[in-house]
């Protein structure tokens, strides 16, 4: 175990950008499939695998990418360490980055699913709000804790993998109304 965690930090440390989009896009993927096995429960021949690949694609191009993108400017701009930096880093996070990326994200979902821009745009109208006050009650402690006490390097893996149950819960809602159409 400890020479697949050095071989992690290696490949961190070495392509930081490639690893991040990489974990973020294959912890989208299982966001997805938590979604369609256990809140849509779906059957294993049911299974939307494309659905799974384009979640993957997600965090792959968008996710990870930006996450990583924006610690680091939070890093370079407030800082990284103590109590106070992380509360600026949070307030940041939470008012400036989560808006827009919750935004993205329910778009590139939307263009994914091949749906037009008045579909997405009725899309966001509809879910926009009600994911983002979600994102409210759940994300700002965990960036707390993130932002006071993980290393830099790690930020992205630690978000992306509390994100597991959030793209969960993100996957279901943006797909709820083609789940009857699983090739969607």
């Keep these: ?21 990489i974990q973020a896009g294959a912890l989208m993927a299982v966001g997805d499939q938590i979604a369609q096995n256990f809140v849509e429960k779906r059957k294993f021949e049911d299974i939307d695998y494309i659905r799974t690949a384009k979640f993957y694609a997600i965090g792959f191009c968008i996710g990870g990418p930006a996450t990583y993108t924006w610690y680091g400017l939070l890093d370079k701009h407030i800082g990284s360490k103590g109590g106070l930096v992380a509360m600026k880093k949070v307030a940041c996070d939470q008012l400036l980055f989560a808006p827009c ?6 778009s590139a979902v939307g263009f994914m699913q091949g749906n037009n821009v008045n579909s997405i745009r009725e899309k966001l109208q509809r879910e926009y709000l009600e994911i983002l006050r979600n994102n409210y009650k759940v994300w700002p402690m ?5 932002f006071a006490f993980v290393p830099l390097q790690y930020q992205v893996l630690v978000v992306q993998s509390v994100a597991v149950l ?19």
């Design 101 to 106: 990326f919750i935004g993205v994200l329910l």
């Design 166 to 184: 959030w793209n969960s819960y993100v996957s279901y809602r943006t797909n709820r109304d083609v789940a009857d159409n699983p090739h969607s």
């Design 1 to 21: 175990m400890s020479r697949l965690l050095n071989l992690y930090r290696n490949l961190l440390s070495k392509y930081p950008l490639r690893m991040q989009a």
């Design 142 to 146: 965990v960036q707390m804790m993130n």
